[in-house]
């Protein structure tokens, strides 16, 4: 029999259970831990989540078991989860939650959803994102360190463009080059990052790919410019992943990349409020920092 409990958050009632479910192996991290995270991160990820169309991935057993993906809003989720009816192509129209609070968070940390992926664009104008991302993916025999040399490049090119970036840890083996935008449509922020791409993989054949075929990339860090696209999600900053140990996509400085000894396992759900409490948000400001894209 299921040992449900019921909380109060935000004036929600909020039904949890399992909490001593072992969500990854390695550091024995458990499923109360991760609701725990996401109460007190909430301050610093809602403003990454708020008014964005969620997708849902299900780790109903943690980060090795099976996984499964979801857009509907479930049927049973509470009168209180809010959610915006989208067409759609296949299905007519999907009811997309909207994670817009802690009580919201804390329901799809119960679900088994350790991650928390949103669109590039928030309500009420889904068609002009609010972030562009570079997504610097190793591939093949590629990791970490190859990952970091061409956020490096990637650095001085927008530097030179005077374009204001914050790199963060994926969560996996990648970064990501984060830009605050306004004033685009993602044709724009598909032009502009496939320009600067395009240039540095150009510049670093030897390292760097655009090649979307995961064969063919060799082992070379992929330039990820499509990504960013209308309905396409990406994992959000203090976001937890999936793997082992239970890292967060962690905002970093980009100096933290001139280190050789920096690793994203680094960053996880048992440290990350220590870097924190030193740090403090690197992305307080960001969406305070958007900024028209220039024209080549």
């Known amino acids: 029999m299921e040992n449900v ?12 259970k ?14 109360g831990e991760v609701i725990e995270y996401y109460v007190k991160i909430a301050p610093l990820i809602l403003p990454h989540i708020h008014n964005k169309p969620f997708s849902m991935i299900h780790f109903p057993d943690g980060e090795s078991g099976k996984s499964f993906y979801q857009k509907q809003c479930p049927r049973e989720a509470p009168a209180w989860l ?13 009811d997309w939650c909207l994670v817009n609070d802690t009580a919201s ?10 991650e928390m992926h949103t ?22 025999d590629t990791g970490f360190k190859e990952a970091v040399y061409i ?23 990648g970064l990501h080059i984060c830009i605050p935008v306004k004033n685009a449509d993602f044709n724009r922020v598909q032009e502009f990052l496939k320009h600067i791409c395009i240039s540095v993989a150009a510049t670093y054949p030897q390292r760097a790919t655009m090649e979307r075929s995961v ?50 396992a680094d960053f996880t759900i048992r440290n ?3 870097r924190i409490s030193e740090k403090g948000d690197l992305l307080k400001d960001f969406y305070k920092k958007a900024q028209e894209l220039p024209k080549f």
């Open 5 to 16: 409990t019921y909380v109060n958050i935000e004036n929600h009632e909020v039904a949890i």
């Open 272 to 274: 990350i409020f220590a």
């Open 105 to 114: 968070m804390v329901y799809m940390a119960n679900r088994g959803v350790i």
């Open 215 to 264: 064969i063919k990339r060799g082992d070379k860090i992929y330039l990820d410019a499509v990504q960013n696209a209308q309905g396409k999600t990406i994992t959000a900053p203090y976001s937890l992943r999936a793997r082992p140990h239970i890292p967060v996509s962690t905002p970093l400085e980009w100096d933290e990349l001139l280190s050789d000894t920096l690793m994203p």
């Open 151 to 173: 956020a490096r490049v990637f650095r001085s090119v927008l530097e030179q463009l005077n374009v204001y970036s914050v790199p963060k840890t994926s969560g996996g083996r």
């Open 18 to 31: 399992n909490l001593a479910k072992v969500y990854s192996d390695k550091g024995r991290v458990l499923k």
């Open 82 to 94: 809010k959610t915006v009816s989208l067409k759609s192509s296949v299905k007519g129209s999907i």
């Open 119 to 140: 669109w590039f664009s928030r309500l009420p104008d889904l068609t002009a994102p609010d972030m562009a991302v570079i997504d610097l993916d190793p591939s093949g």
